[in-house]
């Protein structure tokens, strides 16, 4: 009988885990080059399953794609290691067994990581080295990401009319990562025209039969789950799955209960866990009805909450609108900080910037500025979040803490370099990149967690994203804004310009850009601080004529920071003209020049209006 029709009368018995298994014989390397490197040992694994009863038998390239090899600089043996895997399943498998051949997912939490173009060359690639081996079917398998996935799908079904099993994993019972029901992927895959769809990796069978719950019948396809053995417990450096094989045996009736016809295991299973599920389902009829709950539990029932004063992006949208970064302190006097956040309050600014430590050097945590400042003088903060210095969890629970102290405005960032800061040689996490964060930011504006879990309520973040216009190849800096945008970002905020040829240049490179942007304008303080910014910040040019303005000044403080505001004011009276949104940088805690500038622009804009309405009257 061939595979397909199998699938549909009797149930089959997958294999167990490969890379685990060897994991666990001390083997702790490139799974899939022990194909070449050590064919024997990859030979008895599958022979084990075999012999446990296993029909499908899925040959060792979960990762022999030259994405995942490049990481062990074997990509130049994708065909190789493909080649010999197959090989050896076949070798192993009996008359009759079945050998798919696996691809594993690439993608994680980082979507930006691998372009989907990337990902269709490599999976071409090594579906072509497959199917040259002739192999019974295809096994597509630890797919966290729906569109990898189905892309990858697309591509095997226009290549082959052999049976396919598309298997996506979950972070969260139910739900994938990007919040789309199992139900709804399920559907999908059988749409791209899977045979089999199911479940495999990261849950245990708990879970896993939890979230089929909510799966009916597909139509056409059947489905199937390869559930982990267990959670993994970290004992004596190594990762363990403790399990006990009569559970899993429990377990695999009920998954057949929920209609499952193919059923196997993943990380953590052992050729016992097969010959227990074997011994209970294999073969049997599959289940031809089943009930599933009217009122799904993984629907995301968000509670509708919308922030109440107008975000930043609609502001700028509307008109005039100015916003001033003023940073925490790095020493624990918050005096001065207090009282610039309450003069530029009175001065009616729109938000008051705080830096995610800013050149990688610490400061008081920004949040917990933005939170004082918001309920004593009632502004609203916006706080700047690098992927420098949390790692998934730590951003994720930052960002609910935020929504939690109703601070809604927030600026994504890469973060500068540990390099330059006062710990040089401080691991940088970027789990994320600022694109990914933006995204996932927005997927909790939709009440979803970065994992797929329903929040029970969306935040309503305002994302902004930088714009450093500062660069050699401008157009490129703005490819980037686009690109932001694509990931959700709804205005941008700009490093200072200190000529005003560069900021109609800006103008002009970015007057089609749809979002919003603050333009970055900084008061300079001395001569020195000019000549730091034009010689030793990459990328920062300050006219001559500024240059020589701030040199005339001299060493006078007060002198000096006149002509810096002086300098200021003519550039805000261009940006005045090009942008609506206004950036105001404090320099080192000197609030009163940022009051004084907000001021100026205040009555700059008031005198327009002014003179508009004066016109009006005329007319
Ligand atoms: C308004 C604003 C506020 C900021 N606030 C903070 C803060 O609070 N804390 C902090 O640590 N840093 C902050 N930064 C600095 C920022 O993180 C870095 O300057 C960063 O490299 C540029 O912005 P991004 O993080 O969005 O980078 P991304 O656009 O995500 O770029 C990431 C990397 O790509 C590279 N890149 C960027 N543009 C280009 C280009 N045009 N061509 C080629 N490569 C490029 C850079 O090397 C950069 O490291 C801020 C920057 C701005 C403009
Ligand atoms: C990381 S999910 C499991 C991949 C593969 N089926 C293995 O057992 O090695
Ligand atoms: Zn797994």
New binding site residues.
Partial sequence: MNLRDALQQKTLIGD???????YSYGIDRC?EDLNLSHSEEVLNVHRAYVNAGADVI?T?T??ANYIKLTRYGLQNQVKEINTQAVRLAKQAAGPEQYVVG?M?GVRGIQKQAVPLEEIKRSFREQLYCLLFEEVDGLLL??FYDLEEVTTVLEIVRKETDLPVIAQV?MHEAGVLQDGTPLTEALELLEKKGADVVGV???LGPYHMIQSLEEVPLPDKAVLSA?PNASLPAFQDGRLVYPTDPSYFQKSAQSLYEQGVHLIGG??G?TPEHIEAIAARVKGKKPIKEKKVPLKKKTDVNVAKKEKQTPHLHELARKGRSIIVELDPPKKLNTERFLKGAKALQEAGIDSITLADNSLATPRISNSTMASIIKSKYNVDPLVHIACRDRNLIGLQSHLLGLHTLGIHQVLAVTGDPTKIGDFPGATSVYDLSSFDLIHYIKQLNKGISFSGKPLGENTSFSVAAAFNPNVRNLNRAVGRMEKKISYGADYFISQPVFNEKQLVEVYEATKHVDAPIYIGIMPLTSVRNAEFLHNEVPGMTLSADILERMEQAGDNKAQAQAEGISIAKSLIDTAMDLFNGIYLITPFLRYEMTVELTNYIHEKSASKERKLSDGIHIV
């Fill in positions: 167990g885990a490969m890379g685990t298994l060897l799974f899925q060792n979960y990762g696996t594993g398998e630890t994993s495999n990796c990261r390869y993943c990380c299973t």
